[in-house]
């Protein structure tokens, strides 16, 4: 049963209808002592079916959503309120109140005892809760406004000072009403709440002098102000949830009033008129729902509409005194839960939610690159897992090389303290070896020294040697010169040869002549018989004169032979021409022999001549080469030898002066080599 109530109240919920839970009050002493019987069937509470008698056996019956019996508690009433309640915190705006007769326990229900805390507190209570509950996803800020409306006029019941000032209801935005000026309070958690609900119903009273009178004659509006924000889905929600304590519905023509209370009745009679008619107006679907009618009707706005969620808590006495009252107060609230709203729509945040938007947008890029990132960071972290797993295996190789190397090292150290022991050996000896080189350093640089010196020697040893060559050049033209003067005189000596062949033939020739004329002297002899006296004078005469006497026989004789005899004495004129060179060449021969002991460079010189001494020695073979010439005439001979001479001086004359220059020039040159030399 209980479990179908819940589905059905779901359904409502879903619906969005206005929920009218009926609550029926419990007989007073007074009444009960009255003698006043209730009216009141609860047979079909259950089922929120109530039953009115009225006047003994009649009896009208009334269906709502839930019944209260008078021994249902106020923890039983709000468990039915609490689903509603606690969606303002989903960020639906919900209007809860409570009308009814004064005197039935609409305060009772809404505000309660302190013992029997009502629906006000255990409303915050749990909202309070719930957010603690959600603070990992959703932010709550809850804020508290208690007003009052009396005669058509709101009064903050929180504000500290008394102030007479007119609140005005403003539209805000999009379905969002608000009085401008009214307290706001922030509260952090439920003593907090219970303080400003305090504070709120003493504020209440002030200036009545009858506090129940005054409280049934204003509406008690307490509207609590919820903001979330989802930190998952980044949804910021704006609702408020509307707690009202109505005046009491009680019909005018009852209470008799007059002047103010008269007032007080008709402002009530027509804000609650005006609730009537906007829950009409919602029922019938009309394009006007007349809010502005009352102040009451106006705050609700919000939580009176389609897309708000609404309960009603119709309060009626068990009394058959107050039965005509609760028929009243059944009838408008039947017609009040005929209405259906339509389905509740979130009170969203438009502002908030275009900054959420944007905010998701951002969100959403920031996923996006992060994913791209944690990607990156995921590829990053295989990468860094296969090189940590690689860097393991090297590690573990490193380990076991620092093992080895630790082992070898052991070793070396033992193998260091003996090499450096040894080191040590050898340092000494590297200081040794460091003097020996210093010293041989030293050495070198003298060598070097010396070296440099002699290389400046060779440089001039290599001048020398060039002038040397240079001198040798000169010296091979020399002997070159001096070859072509022997081949001159060579064929000066052919000639010569040629000469003395035709002396020779001449000489022969001569011999022949003489022959002849021998022969011819013979027959001159034969002759002498007839011409002895001729022959007489031709024998006293010279050679010459009978030369002569020949030849001007010869003149008859031979044209060749006058000839012969023409060269001959051209050549006899030559010799006798050269005689007297020969003579010069005698003297300057002597003056040589004289000044050999005077001057003995100039005999040292002829000495190293050889190409003289040549020429003397054939001079020599020349002048006794033809030992006939020498032996047949002495005079020729003597001519002969004196020709040769001339010869001969001309190239001994050439030959004498160029050794002498030779000399000359090469005497200077050569106490110059020796000056380089030295
Ligand atoms: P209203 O606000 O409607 O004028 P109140 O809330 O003042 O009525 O209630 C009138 C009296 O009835 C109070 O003394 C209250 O304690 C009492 N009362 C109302 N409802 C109940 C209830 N359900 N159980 C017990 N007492 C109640
Ligand atoms: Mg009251």
């Not at 009273?205 to 989802?230: F, P, Q, T, Y």
């Not at 090297?394 to 380990?399: A, E, G, R």
Request: proline share 2%.
């Amino acid at each position: 049963m209980a479990k179908r109530k819940k589905l059905h109240n779901i359904v409502q919920e879903t619906k969005g209808n206005i929920r009218v839970f009926c609550r029926c009050r419990p007989l007073s002493k007074y009444e009960t002592s009255s003698g006043y019987k209730c009216a009141v069937d609860f047979d079909g509470a259950k089922d929120g079916d109530i039953g009115i008698l009225n006047g003994g056996t009649a009896k009208k019956t009334f269906k709502f959503d839930r019944v209260y019996t008078p021994t249902d508690d106020q923890a039983e009433v709000y468990a039915d309120a609490s689903p509603l309640v606690t969606s303002v915190l989903d960020g639906y705006n919900v209007c809860i109140f409570a009308y009814g007769q004064t005197g039935t326990g609409k305060t009772f229900t809404m505000e309660g005892t302190e013992r029997s805390r009502g629906v006000n507190y255990r409303t915050l209570e749990e909202l309070f809760k719930i957010a603690e509950e959600r603070k990992e996803t959703v932010i709550y800020s809850i804020s508290v406004s208690v007003l009052e409306v009396y005669n058509e006029q709101i009064r903050d019941l929180l504000a500290t000072s008394p102030s007479s000032k007119k609140f005005e209801i403003k539209q805000a935005g999009e379905g969002s009403h608000h009085v401008p000026g009214i307290v706001e309070a922030k509260v952090q958690d439920i003593k907090e709440v219970w303080n400003v609900l305090q504070a709120g119903s003493n504020a209440r009273a002030v200036g009545s002098n009858n506090v129940n009178e005054h409280s049934s004659r204003s509406h008690c509006m307490l509207c609590i102000m919820v903001k979330a924000k989802n930190l998952i889905n980044g949804d910021c929600t704006r609702s408020k949830l509307w707690l009202v304590d109505l005046a009491g519905s009680e019909r005018l023509a009852k209470t008799d009033a007059q002047g103010e209370r008269l007032k007080e009745a008709q402002n009530i009679n027509r804000s609650l008129s005006a609730l009537g008619d906007v829950i009409s107006a919602l029922a019938m679907k009309s394009c006007h729902i007349p809010y502005r009618n009352s102040k009451l009707t106006h705050l609700l706005q919000d939580s009176l509409g389609g897309d708000s969620k609404a309960l009603m808590f119709v309060q009626i006495s068990p009394s058959d005194n107050d039965v005509s009252e609760t028929l009243s107060s059944l009838n408008f609230a039947s017609r009040v839960r005929g209405i259906e709203l339509g389905p509740a729509k979130r009170q969203v945040d438009t502002a908030e939610l275009q900054k959420v938007k944007q905010m998701l947008e951002k969100a959403k890029q920031e996923v996006r690159f992060k994913d791209d990132s944690l990607r990156k960071l995921e590829d990053t972290c295989q990468n860094l897992d296969n090189k940590a797993k690689g860097k393991e295996q090297l590690y573990k190789n490193l380990q076991e090389k620092v093992k080895e190397l630790e082992s070898q090292l052991d070793s070396r150290m033992h193998s260091q303290i003996t090499s450096e022991k040894q080191q040590q050996q050898l340092s000494g000896k590297l200081k040794e070896k460091e003097e020996m080189c210093t010293t041989l350093q030293q050495k070198l640089v003298e060598l070097e020294h010396k070296l440099r010196q002699q290389d400046q020697s060779e440089s001039d040893v290599a001048v020398l040697k060039q002038m040397i060559k240079e001198l040798e050049i000169k010296l091979k033209e020399q002997e070159h010169q001096r070859s072509v003067a022997e081949l001159k005189t060579m064929e000066i000596g052919q000639e010569l040869l040629e000469m003395h062949r035709t002396e020779s033939m001449l000489q022969i020739k001569l011999r022949d002549l003489e022959n002849n004329l021998q022969e011819r002297a013979s027959l001159q002899d034969t002759n002498m018989v007839l011409d002895s006296t001729n022959c007489t004078i031709i024998c006293t005469t010279g050679p010459g004169e009978a030369k002569a006497q020949l030849f001007t026989r010869e003149e008859a004789t031979s044209e060749g032979e006058h000839h012969i005899l023409r060269s001959s004495d051209s050549v006899n004129k030559r010799v006798s021409s050269n005689s007297s060179v020969a003579e010069a060449t005698e003297v300057i021969n002597d003056k040589k022999r004289k000044g050999d002991a005077s001057n003995p460079s100039i005999g040292g010189e002829l000495e190293n001549q050889p190409a003289g001494s040549q020429n003397a020695a054939r001079k020599r073979s020349l002048q006794g080469g033809d030992p006939r010439v020498k032996r047949k005439s002495t005079e020729p001979h003597a001519k002969i030898p004196g020709r040769t001479t001339a010869a001969t001086k001309t190239a001994t004359a050439t030959q004498r002066t160029a050794p002498i220059t030779r000399a000359t020039k090469q005497q200077p040159a050569a106490n110059k080599t020796r000056g380089w030399i030295r």
